[in-house]
């Protein structure tokens, strides 16, 4: 590329969640190789907004608590701040050369700035369920339409998006989510130290084997197998310590959650640690990572889980992960069966030699395809080059 092209980039908020970090990863990147001036615009904020704000100029237009503040100063300065901060967005996009668009919901804000009719790269990070309620509430209808290249980051989403939503496959372009990679951060005697930390913080006793999960606690995470798939594994052996990091999405829920733990006695063997700081090294103390999901395109925290040398197991019916597990890093379930999983878990507790190596199998792996800087350059420069 000759020249840098000035891009605005449209984040749907600010939270350490996957997309919102895969965004910020990806745009470190090419700030760094120098190829576009960027603009960042957040519709709302979160923690990530000082991490943006360290890589490029970025405007939020709704602050975390948007809409549920209780003094009304401070609401009335929100609205205006916010129609103050869309104008300066419209002046922006007038002069930009094409707009990034990261996931499908952010098609009302997109509708404004389509006005000067930018070129448009959408980046999908959601399958059918999510796609089609976003269709439904009105988000996701301009992305999927105006956008000139669907960016995917699995086979899975390129299939569903050519096969359902009739996207013309000159349209549809590769575009691997991405990790900087600094090999200190990743040695063996790191990890294992940050482990016994976290092991000596919750309770969990060296000889225990850990299965864990990273992610809000919610119905389309699959809580409920969550739960079932440990209550069948803690009936048979009780070294097995099930462990779910995240938040959980209300009160109630996690009241209704506790009562069925302390229903089924699974107390000592299941621990909700509730949100955490986002930390990398909270994958340490993990033996297995145990994908629930039962819609996921292809989720960051395998590959999270890839960086500890943590291999995973998951449902096949739940996305695109599957093409990175396959038969070396990790153990594919069919028919979201929860016998399966119990049973595969119970299997793995005595052959832990075998899950280090599919372990280290899962670090080369997404070391190969997740890190290397020059295959996501050629992607990203194939994507901007379509335009």
Not at 1 to 18: C, D, T, Y
Not at 119 to 140: C, F, S
Request: net charge positive.
């Amino acid at each position: 590329m000759n020249k840098k092209k000035r891009v605005i980039v449209i984040g749907h908020e600010a939270s350490l969640s996957g997309a919102p970090i895969l965004l910020l990863n990806l745009f470190q990147l090419v700030i760094e190789k120098k190829m576009a001036h960027v603009q960042f615009v957040i519709r709302k904020g979160g923690p990530l907004v000082e991490k943006y704000i360290n890589v490029a100029p970025v405007i939020v237009l709704k602050p975390s608590d948007y809409g549920k503040e209780k003094d009304l100063l401070r609401k009335v300065t929100n609205f205006f701040q916010n129609k103050l901060n869309l104008l300066i967005v419209l002046l922006k996009a007038f002069s930009c050369d094409y707009i990034f668009c990261n996931t499908v919901v952010n098609g009302k804000l997109l509708r404004w700035l389509y006005f000067f009719k930018k070129p448009v790269i959408t980046y999908i990070h959601e399958l059918e369920g999510a796609i089609d309620l976003y269709i439904k509430q009105g988000d996701a209808v301009l992305p999927l339409s105006i956008s000139r290249v669907l960016a995917y980051p699995s086979k899975t989403t390129m299939h569903l998006l050519g096969n359902k939503y009739k996207t013309p496959v000159e349209k549809l372009k590769r575009l691997s989510y991405y990790f900087p990679f600094k090999e200190a951060q990743y040695s063996a005697n790191l990890v294992f130290k940050k482990s016994q930390q976290f092991r000596t913080q919750f309770g969990i006793e060296q000889n225990d084997f850990v299965v864990g999960a990273v992610g809000t606690v919610s119905d389309r995470k699959g809580i409920e197998l969550f739960i079932d798939v440990c209550n069948k594994v803690s009936s048979t052996s009780a070294l097995v310590k099930f462990i779910w990091i995240g938040a959980f999405e209300n009160n109630q829920q996690e009241k209704e959650l506790r009562r069925l733990v302390s229903e089924n006695n699974l107390e000592r063997n299941l621990i909700f640690t509730g949100a955490l700081d986002y930390d990398i090294y909270n994958f340490s103390p993990f033996d297995i990572l145990f994908l629930s999901s039962k819609e996921d395109t292809y989720p960051l925290v395998v590959l999270e889980a890839a960086m500890m040398r943590i291999p995973t197991i998951c449902f096949a019916g739940s996305g695109g992960i599957i093409e990175f597990i396959e038969n070396d890093a990790g153990w594919i379930i069919d028919d979201f069966s929860t016998i399966e999983a119990a049973n595969k878990i119970i299997e793995l507790q005595s052959l832990r030699n075998m899950v280090r190596l599919y372990g280290e199998k899962a670090f080369e792996k997404v070391i190969r395809l997740h890190c290397n800087s020059d295959i996501i350059i050629d992607q990203y420069n194939s994507i901007v080059e379509a335009l």
